[in-house]
């Protein structure tokens, strides 16, 4: 599975826009970009995901660099219930597995 | 996101002893489900492919014969797991394949200790 590298964690400041990069240089030409994230003593729950274009939904925008050797996920202005870890997941065309890594646990200061 | 149940949310067993956990899908049938289990301060890590109608399908390292998946209806997926011991003491965390098959939906999670 191609790997994805991202930083341990991150903290912003709430109602301020939050950047969450992720490197991954091995991508394939088929592989999806998939964010999930984890709230404390919860399941995962879907953020957003993409091929090539930026992506944009209700709770987040995914960029994704024209090379595809990186993305970033921006939550346009942290809340508190932001604060969580995120998950940047690549997922090869036609998989249904996810491969979870570290991730980057989100803190966010009021 | 569409809603995806537990049961239970929390258990304490001895050790020895067999604990089985549902997952229900409940907004939609879902013919591919999957259970991870994830470690205090670690990562999610992938047990199993549930199929409706099929055997499972256990990552590598994954004892098929400790824990057992069924899943007997497009609704509902067990995970049981067999003479528990303290080392099996984690999160066990079920998803349901989006009918888009292009993401998950995650349960809320069961915590398991094994005394």
């Known amino acids: 599975d191609a790997k994805t590298t991202q930083p341990n964690s991150m903290e912003s400041n709430e109602e301020e826009p939050v950047h969450l990069p992720c490197n991954h240089s091995?991508?394939?030409?088929?592989?999806?970009i998939h964010w999930y994230r984890q709230l404390p003593s919860q399941g995962p729950e879907y953020v957003i995901h993409?091929?090539?274009s930026n992506v944009n939904n209700r709770m987040a925008s995914l960029a994704i660099a024209e090379d595809r050797k990186s993305s970033t996920l921006i939550l346009h202005r942290a809340t508190l219930r932001d604060a969580a870890v995120y998950y940047c997941i690549l997922v090869p065309g036609g998989s249904e597995k996810l491969v979870f890594g570290k991730g980057t646990k989100l803190t966010v200061n009021p | 996101g569409a809603v995806v149940s537990q049961h239970p949310s929390r258990v304490i067993c001895k050790s020895g002893t067999s604990v089985k956990i549902e997952c229900r899908s409940l907004d939609f049938q879902a013919t591919t489900m999957f259970w991870y289990r994830q470690f205090p301060k670690k990562s999610l890590m992938l047990m199993a492919t549930s199929n409706e109608g099929s055997k499972a399908t256990y990552e590598q390292g994954v004892e098929k014969d400790k824990f057992l998946i069924n899943h007997a209806s497009l609704t509902l997926s067990t995970l049981t797991v067999t003479s528990a011991h303290p080392e099996d003491s984690s999160f066990y965390i079920c998803s349901v394949l989006a009918p888009t098959q292009e993401t998950q939906y995650f349960g809320p999670g069961t915590r398991l200790l094994v005394l």
């Open positions: 993409g091929l090539t």
């Open positions: 091995t991508i394939s030409g088929t592989d999806y």
